[in-house]
């Protein structure tokens, strides 16, 4: 097990794309859990998806803060490519910890749109990386520790599974991928150069209520409400490592507490206090059974009638570009050195969701 050696109470914690899915719930579960704690938030609210949503989640945080006036929540609309901008929050707010999730996520839409992966998702951890960095200029304490997403897709086409941080993984299959294994490589860098504790998580199919309308599972859920057919690659043999939301939180919290350890190597230069982990439910599920499960969950939630007649809306087709037929994590390292491992059953996140977007939509 890893030492717990950053203290969340009283910190000030600064989380990027705060009003994204996983983002929120960060926000959430340490507002509920750390008393007090001052959390600064920030998030450009661009719209790849549905904005309302994004102001939802806003409004749930809202609710929370004024449960814990202990606590204090400033939010930022604003890019964290603005490099003015993310210095200038570090300037004032002096965040002890940093948990970088703004990126642009999906790997479809970056085929369409790379430009903005780049600023983003590069230049935008570089701007974080770069404040990381300026934060212990004058023998400031500055950034305790940094954690940042990164994302399965790193693992491409990869055959060996369960997906393990010790594979090789320099063959990503979209620029999605490039860029997240890119994160990975600038951390290690200036975690080696500047001693900036810094850990990167390989989330896995992230799902949950109020989660992003991009994903298979909630697109899929539109689809069938609206009387259209969804369609399932690669005529359903693809394999999932499906994680609820509450487990990767758990997992990030966890994480955000132990950063790896500052050491002085041989040459007496700092050996870079760098790690990445996977977390993911490690029990890959197979689509059509995911698919099956789902269509279970929206009838018993009222989403569908009991009627609903499923196998005229479903379509079996051939393999998208940049899509990957299977993945599954690894979990072993996060549960020797976290005590913790996603054990969330499909079916029960699923319910979640079903019964979140039976009261969001209808
Ligand atoms: N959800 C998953 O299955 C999954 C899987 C692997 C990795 N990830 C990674 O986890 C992180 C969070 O993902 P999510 O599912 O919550 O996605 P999300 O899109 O819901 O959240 C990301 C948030 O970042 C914001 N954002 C984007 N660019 C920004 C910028 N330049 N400046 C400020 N804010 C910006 C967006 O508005 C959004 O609210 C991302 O880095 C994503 O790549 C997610």
């Not at 009003?19 to 926000?27: D, R, Y």
């Not at 991009?214 to 259209?228: I, V």
């Not at 499923?310 to 998208?320: D, G, R, S, T, Y």
Request: glycine letters at 6%; one cysteine or more; hydrophobic letters at 35%.
């Amino acid at each position: 097990m890893r030492e717990k050696n950053v203290i969340l109470k009283n910190k000030v914690i600064f989380v990027t794309g705060a009003a994204g899915f996983i983002g929120s719930n960060l926000v959430k579960e340490l507002l509920c859990e750390v008393q007090p704690v001052h959390i600064v938030g920030i998030d450009n609210m661009n719209d790849y998806y549905d904005v309302s949503i994004k102001e939802y989640r806003l409004r749930q945080i809202e609710k929370l803060v004024e449960e814990h006036p202990e606590s204090t929540w400033k939010f930022v609309k604003g890019s964290i490519a603005d490099k003015v901008l993310v210095d200038s929050l570090f300037e004032e707010y002096r965040p002890g910890v940093v948990v970088n999730l703004a990126a642009q996520a999906g790997v479809r839409y970056s085929i369409t749109n790379p430009d903005v992966y780049i600023q983003s998702n590069l230049i935008g951890f570089y701007n974080i990386l770069e404040a990381c960095r300026h934060s212990y200029d004058n023998g400031q304490t500055g950034v305790e520790h940094l954690v940042y997403a990164s994302s399965s897709s790193v693992y491409g086409t990869n055959k060996k599974v369960p997906y393990s941080t010790e594979d090789n993984v320099d063959n990503p299959v979209s620029l999605y991928a490039a860029t997240k294994k890119s994160n990975e490589l600038m951390a290690h860098a200036y975690s080696k150069l500047y001693n900036i504790p810094s850990t990167g998580l390989r989330f896995f199919t992230v799902y949950g209520p109020a989660g992003r309308p991009d994903m298979a599972y909630f697109g899929f859920t539109n689809k069938l409400r609206n009387n259209e057919t969804i369609q399932i690659f690669n005529y359903g043999n693809c394999k999932r490592d499906f994680t609820y939301v509450d487990d990767i939180v758990e997992g990030v919290k966890r994480v955000m507490q132990a950063a790896p350890e500052k050491k002085v190597g041989e040459d007496g230069l700092p050996v870079p206090p760098y790690a990445v982990y996977n977390i993911g439910n490690s029990h890959p599920e197979n689509l059509l059974e995911f698919v099956d499960i789902l269509q279970q969950e929206l009838i018993r939630a009222g989403v569908l009638p009991e009627d609903y007649d499923f196998e005229a809306h479903k379509k079996l087709v051939p393999m998208q570009p940049g899509d990957v037929p299977v993945t599954y994590a690894d979990t072993t390292a996060l549960e020797e050195d976290f005590g913790f491992r996603p054990s969330t059953s499909l079916r029960d996140g699923l319910r979640k969701f079903a019964e979140w977007y039976k009261e969001f939509y209808m």
